[in-house]
């Protein structure tokens, strides 16, 4: 499966943003789809999961309360909804898939990843 990431932009703190993935392929729906960031100079980090039909969803803790993940596999699109953003939250943001819901928050055990999108939060 082949993974686009859009949606980033510049957004001062506080405000929203809501990232897309777009996935090819006929397969989408065997996938759990993950969020990942990178912050400069850090090293990517989770941020969600959802499982291959949405009813099952995973935060990281900076996330939680504040980011949605949904997915609608009619269009192969998995979306993250962020909120109350904060400066911390600047990065460049990637979705993966991977085969199972687990280890979810493990970035070796995905195996496919979109190209990013940058989110720059202002303060």
């Known amino acids: 499966v082949q993974l686009q990431a859009s949606g980033g932009g510049l957004v001062q703190a506080g405000g929203s943003l809501r990232l897309s993935c777009a996935a090819s392929?006929?397969?989408?729906?065997?996938?759990?789809m993950g969020w990942f960031r990178q912050a400069p100079g850090k090293e990517r980090e989770f941020v969600a999961a959802i499982g291959r039909i949405g009813f099952m969803t995973y935060y990281a803790d900076s996330a939680k309360g504040r980011f949605t993940v949904s997915r609608d596999n009619a269009r192969n699109t998995v979306l993250l909804q962020m909120n109350s953003l904060k400066p911390e939250d600047t990065a460049v943001y990637y979705c993966?898939?991977?085969?199972?819901?687990?280890?979810?928050?493990?970035?070796?055990?995905?195996?496919?990843w979109g190209q990013g999108t940058l989110v720059t939060v202002s303060s």
């Open positions: 392929g006929r397969t989408f729906g065997s996938y759990v």
């Open positions: 993966a898939a991977k085969g199972a819901m687990v280890e979810v928050t493990t970035e070796a055990k995905y195996d496919y």
